[in-house]
Structures are given as C-alpha cells and as structure tokens.
RNA sequence: CGGGGCGUAGCGCAGUCCGGUUUAGCGCGCCUGCUUUGGGAGCAGGAGGUCCGGGGUUCGAAUCCCCGCGCCCCGACCA
C-alpha cells in the first residue's frame, strides 16, 4: 500500500471527545470516525488490524472442532418470542416493522437463530457434540456507549454456540474453548488476559468466565487475590469479611431524633458503622414481594448477588412501599414485622456480628444489641455483601485487591434455557428424546482492537503486535528527489512485496518529521527508512516502534533480514500460544 | 433514565457574560508557486462557514429568550 493513496487523514490534535489514549488514537491516526454515537466506520488500517483479529479466532475456533457459519442480523421477533427474551429484554434489543408489518429484531446474540439453525439438523445423539460459531455485525442499543470502540452499540463480534448431550460433556469443552481464548489472546499479543469468575445475567446458566484485560481504562471492576490466585467480577466476588463477635446483651430501645442514615446514628450513639445494620429496601422480587436486604453498616448490598437471589432487578422501593409493610423508612428492621410479606435477605456479616444498633421501625427511634439468631430466629443468611480493598479472600489465605478491566471476551455453560424453550432435541442411544445443552462463547473484535491500543501505546501513538499490526513494515523514503533515493525505495516496496511482506510506503515528498509522527500513529512493528546518507552508504535503516532503538542493515540483503525480524517477532508472541 | 459539560471551517479553539469595528477570527490541515528536507519547515498567494436546528425578541442575533436535536463525561443499565 502507498501511503499517498491511503484513505483517511491523520491529525495533529487529540480530538476534543476523546479522553481514553485508544480513542484518541484511533481518531488521530485514521482508524475510525464516527457516524453516530456508538456507531463507528473503520478506515483501512483498522478494518486489516480487524481481520487479522479475526483470522486468529477463525484459527482457534477451527482448531477445537468449530466450524464457521453466518446468520442474519435481522430475525423475526417470533424467536426471541420463543425463547422468552422478546418480552425479557429491554429496549437494548431493537424491535421494528418491516414493510408488512411483521415484527423483526436486530440480532444483539444469536441463542435463538442458532437453535434455529440447529434444531432441524441434528437428530441424533452421534451428531453431538459440535460447535459453531460466526464473525457478524451485532446491534444493542446501549444507553451509553463509551471510550471509542471500547463500549459501542453497533460491533462485529465472534459468537460462538456448542451442544451437547450431558453437562459433562459440556464441561470438557468448555475447558477447551478456554484454553483456546487463552491462545487467541496470547496470538493477538495479549497474554496478559485474565480469565474470572464471572456473572451469568440474564444468559441464564450457572457457570461463565470473563476474559479481562486488566487496566485503568476498563469498566469493570475486577478482584484479584495474588497470594491464592483468585480473580472474580465483582459482582459475583467472595471474600472473608471479617467479623468482631461479641457475646450478645439485652436488647434496648434508644431515642435517635433525625439519625435516618447509619453514619447519623453511627456518630449520635457513638458507635462504629460497623456496629449497626443497614437495611436496604428493593421493589421487587420475581413474585412480586417488597424485598428488604440486611447488611452489616459499613458494607454496600452487591445488586448483582442480590437480583441472582430475588431473581428481579434490584429497584429502589418508594417510602409508601415501605411503610405498607409496617416499615419505617430509615428507622427499619424485620423486628415485629410480618415476614409473609417480605422477601428477607441478609447477609452472613448480620449473622457474624453482635449487638449491632438497628431501625426500631418507629421514627426517631432505633434498638441497640440487635442479635439475629435471638430477635428475629430462623432466618437464613446469604452472601449479598460487596467485596472491599483489603477484605480477606474466601479461604482467608489471602487479601483482595481490586483493579479495572476491559471484558474483551466471555463464555458461558448455559444449560437447556433455548434448546427446551425452543423445542430443540435428539434422540439418544436408548431412542429417547432428549434435549442438548449447551455453552456461548464471545469474543469483541472491536474492543480487542480498542483495548490493544489502550494498554499498547506511547505519547506518539499505538505499538501493534505483529502479529495483528495492520502492516509489517513501514517503509519510508526520505527526501524522494535526492539521488537513488527514489529508484531505492521504490525497488525494495517491490521486493518485500514479492517476498509476501506486508508493507505500507510512505511514497509522499513529505517532510522526515510528518513522516515520522505519521509513522507513529500507524504503529507498525518495523520502519524501513531509505535516505540519501543510506542509500550513499548501500544501507537502509532498521527502526523498532516499540523501544526507537534502530541499526542500519544492508540494502541487498534488507528483504531477507525484515523478513526475519518479522518472523522472529512472531514467533516469540506464538510461543507464549503454545504455553496454552 | 438521573447528574454535569459542550456544539463556531476537516481538526484544535477564541468571540457568547455585556447584541452593533468581525465583511465571523486564530492555529493546524488543505490548494498553487518558490525555497527547504533525518522528528509535525519558511515565504507569498488562495479555497473552505446553514456560527447544531426551529421559532421568538430587536432597527440589528454566533451573542438574549423559548422549544428541539446531537456529542462527551460520571452514574444507573450492560443478555
């Protein structure tokens, strides 16, 4: 490719709307431009430094049995009405008329055209178990897109489905294709993801990891242990919280005028935070019941842990929901209250603790010496609570931390969910019919494109791994009319083309520093520059983005020893893949 | 959906409070010419604007008022 026709302006300036180093990047260095909030179109180097993501996962995916189909972005809502999710989702998912009237979906995940796809062409338990997978647009309708192409709402995603007929069938397989997420993102120079215990959502199915890519600028909030190992969102992360047992004393009712929050009471009476239990109202559970969760004071409800038990979106509950169960908004406890009416949920730090102050559901009044098994007994208790910094892991054996990351991939066991909604099913040894199970597995090219700049770059722009770089070398010609410069140039852009490597020439009479800083933004692994003083002394020289260090090589042999530097590079990133 | 910020040339911005010397400006980029050529050159000339949109106030609106729309950030949400 010559730089002089390569479509898509670099500039100088970070634009205004970026605050993430990847966005700004892939602005500055024409990559992207948006069209629509969340909605991107990819320039050239993107669009190779994509599809060379994308050869790896098809490589992966092929190499544990999968095989590679496609599937429509538009579905009629008749599927997702099959599975349950046309009423499930919310307005993520886009629902319109075609020309008839007939109500379509565009595909956000593609669980119910897969079964679609797959109920009619499996009959039989010897054609199980299989896997397929697709590299498609996808379409959700995010409330809020982010960070370039970090959170967007239309993007090209890896989606992957597998069926099996046992779930330890699935098990085996779904260790494979974590295996194979580890290779893809060693391959694509990113071995540093991290698999983690993750949340099933609405997914459905009780097992899931996330791949995470551990920096600043992720969204979720990862929790690591180092001395054990453990790694867990936080949303479904568990610790050792520790407790300050005490032997339990009279229950005694005190005035607390105006001390509706745990921090008023906590300093009118005295008393730690941690000394009182926090109540938190939700409206409302899967059967429709006011939900009241108990936690001890200084923690925060985990929402996520709790909509998993209430099986519901945890809402706030208004004062009138409230007091209809005989509750006191700020002053409220169960005690004396009607527990039929409830869904009580507290936590296991309410149960550890003693003597904790708590609402006396009578405005300006709380109890002290709060004892869960003694005042209100029988009550089961559940992890609801949200792991801190410092919080000691499960196992006690060691301390979490917690730090940012990007999910750039997912799987999931997801069970029958589709297969028994949809009717999917094959007969077995016995002649039985019965039906699959099956996993999901995501990859987000996009974001793994945006997450790759994020975490490799430096203050003049992206430093591609080789192995995804959008091209191998940048082959630069200084000062085009000074002489042999050009016809040097020129003859080894047809010999590394020849050789089959893949090179991008900056054929423009631009200024060394324009090229340079052009250069950078293009991140390419290897930098040819072909000069007057080179070409005087038959060399060419040798630059590495990543550490500007740079040699002068022969121009004879310049084919050859880029080729080499290439492959050595790769293989050093392949055999971090092979350790998986 | 809640909170905050912003919308003026391809990009970055000034002008907006306090309406009129602004014919809407500056830097970068772009075009032409000459010079220059190892880290974003110099000189000269030039092109490029629905000042987000629609109403209103006014002799006069980028500027004031009303109603929309869009974008960014934080939060909620994230199948």
Redesign the pocket.
Known sequence: MRMSRLVG?????????A??DS?AYLL?GGYAR?V???IYSLLPPALRVARKIEQIIREEMNRIGGQEVLMPVVLPKELWEESG?YA???S??VRFNDRTGHGMVLG??H?EAVVHLCRNEIKSHTQLPFMVYQIQTKF?D??????GLI?VREFTMKDAYSFHANQADLEVFYRECYRAYQRIFARAGLPQVVAVES?T???GGKVAHEFILLTDAG??TIVICEETGYMANLEVAQGHIQAYPEPPKPLEKVHTPNCSSIEEVASFLGILPRQTAKVVFYDQDSDGKLVMAIIRGDREVN??KLARIIRA??QPASEERIRSVGAEPGFASPMGLDLDKIHLVVDHTVRESNNLVTGANERDYHYRNFNLDRDVPGVETVDIVKVQQGDFSADGKGVLKLKRGIEVGNIFQLGDKYTRAMGMSYTDEQGKSCIPIMGCYGIGVGRLLSSTMEVYHDE?GPIWPITIAPWQVHLNA??M??PGVRETAESLYDQLNQAGVEVLFDDR??????Q??????LGIPFRL?V????VKSHVV?L?YRAT?Q?ENIAVDTAVQTVKKVIENARQSIESVADQY
């Open positions: 302006a670099r500039y100088k300036e970070r634009p205004a709307e605050t993430l966005h500055r948006q629509a909030n969340g999710r499930a989702v919310g993520e998912l956000m995940t669980e959700r995010e409330p809020r897109s982010r960070g959170r949340d959502g609405m997914m969204e979720d929402e996520a979106l945890p003049h200084i000062k009319d000074a009479d631009a200024r060394p520093g324009v340079f800083a052009d250069a950078d933004l520059i000069s007057e003083r080179n020289e630059k500007g740079s």
